[in-house]
């Protein structure tokens, strides 16, 4: 019960320390999406951009072709 009559009196504290923790927590959920894209996209362009000497020498410098 301590809690919740802290939380009434310190009401806009709460809702800024909740907005602040909301806002954090999605910045860090989407930071892994958007750097994947980010690699994603220079991955294509790598692959689009060099033909296919471009992409055996791509997969070979990363030891996936033999």
Do not use: I, K, N
């Not at 750097?35 to 990363?62: I, K, N, P, V």
């Amino acid at each position: 019960m301590r809690f919740w009559r802290l939380a009434r009196e310190h009401l806009r504290t709460m809702g800024v320390l909740l907005a602040l923790t909301l806002s954090a927590c999605l910045l860090v959920a989407g930071l892994p999406r958007a750097t994947q894209a980010s690699y994603d996209e220079a991955l294509r362009r790598a692959l689009s951009s060099g033909g296919a000497a471009g992409t055996r020498r791509l997969f070979r410098h990363r030891g996936l072709c033999p």
